[in-house]
DNA sequence: TGTCCACTGGAAGGGAGGGCTT
DNA sequence: AAGCCCTCCCTTCCAGTGGACA
């Protein structure tokens, strides 16, 4: 009558009741190191209690700074601060742009904030934009307040869709008669103001932040404080957040990775029914992080880009050099036309190269052969046997299991 | 020195899919 | 039902290009 979760539930854990402070999400209740930034951004957002606008902000700052736990930190503040000083109504709303990428989305969910009992909520495609904008703006002045919208991850905002909404939001309080909208920008892009038309650019950075990247010591710090609640006394060995800390420092002073980092090198040692986490199970976690990262990142592909990846995979298995765009692209004709799919035209597998060499799963280099041409020469960035494991997941990839590829490069059709 | 390959990557636009408006 | 709008994914078209070769 044994249950099958016993002998896990058996298992003593080396977290305490409080392992959410290893999650990325989590809000701690001090921002070590960023007590500076805090408080420039405060000074700055403080006129919004009286009721003023507030300038707009950029911030800048690469991932894992600690730019989007200040603005959540401040907005945390700052509605509570309204609560008890407020002479005017502060609305704070959070955007982040890497999925609220387009002007239709951010009109959106701007306008569906400000909801009364007899409003209609905005559908999430169908109105044209003046329509939103209209609505938007009107329930922004009914409600008659400060609004302050923080756009994360801005740049990828504007690299899809311009600077077109940029414009019409920071130039909304033109038309306002009784609320005053703030803009607050976070970039990871420090030449991100080049895509900006100067006017917007001038709007949007009335204030500047630029967060430095973490040292090594002040992630050893972040992480002594995060551990002190998550993980139980004695559990680590003493090494091991000196340890992750050093390699989130080489990754350019990523705070996000060194608690990533720690978290899963705490669950390697529980599962392995470890007494304490070690410098060893720091570094099978670094491995572990890698290869999902990348898994998911193949996982998430569309087709084509799986049928792309796929020759590149069978090519290296076969230990045959890198491909060329042509090459990759008539091999891919082959492999789509086994499982009858039609081909995407050069053009558009091009596009799709470029997305995979982003994404770091391929490294395409643009290479000049002369007289014979121009063109990108790529390879596998990733071990071809994980990448293979996670392709043969896809159903119509898993047709193509045995197949083979022609030994000649060239092929005509 | 000019030619010319094999593309690259920008621009424009089509059409399907979501949904609203009249 | 017909006519719109917005976004996404693609196609078509095409000017532009680094550098080996004649």
Known sequence: MTNIFEKHIRKATLFTAHREALYPNYLPDILPHREEEVDRLAEILVTSLYGEKPSNVLIFGKTGTGKTAVVQYIGRELRG????????????????????????SVLQNIGNQFIDNNDEKI??????????????????????????????????LVSKSGDDILYKLAHMNDVLENSKISIVGISNELRFTELLDARVKSRLSE?????????AKQLEDILEKRASIAIKKDALDEDVIRLCAAIAAQEHGDARRAIDLLRISVEMAEREGAEMVTERHVYL???????????????????????????????????RENLTTGELYSMYKILSKKIAVSALTQRRIS?????????????????????????????????WNEAKKVLLEDEYIAELRSVNLPNQKKLTF
Do not use: Q
């Open 351 to 383: 596009d799709l190269i470029t997305e995979m060499d982003t994404l770091g799963l391929i490294n395409a280099n643009l290479h000049s052969f002369g007289r014979y041409g121009r063109t990108k020469v790529i390879e596998l960035a990733v071990p």
């Open 285 to 319: 976690a670094k491995n572990k992080i890698e290869l999902d990262c990348v898994a998911e990142a193949i996982r998430t592909l569309p087709l084509h880009s799986k049928l792309l990846l796929l020759v590149l995979v069978l090519n290296d298995e076969s230990g």
């Open 81 to 104: 601060a309204a609560e008890v000083y407020g002479k005017a109504k502060i609305k704070y709303i959070y955007l982040n742009c890497e999925t609220v990428d387009t002007p239709y």
């Open 123 to 156: 559908p999430f495609t169908g109105w044209p934009i003046d329509k939103i904008f209209t609505t938007a703006k009107e329930r922004i002045d009914k409600w008659n307040g400060v609004v302050i919208i923080v756009l994360d991850e801005i740049d990828k």
């Open 207 to 215: 204030e500047k932040m630029i967060f430095a990247p973490y040292n």
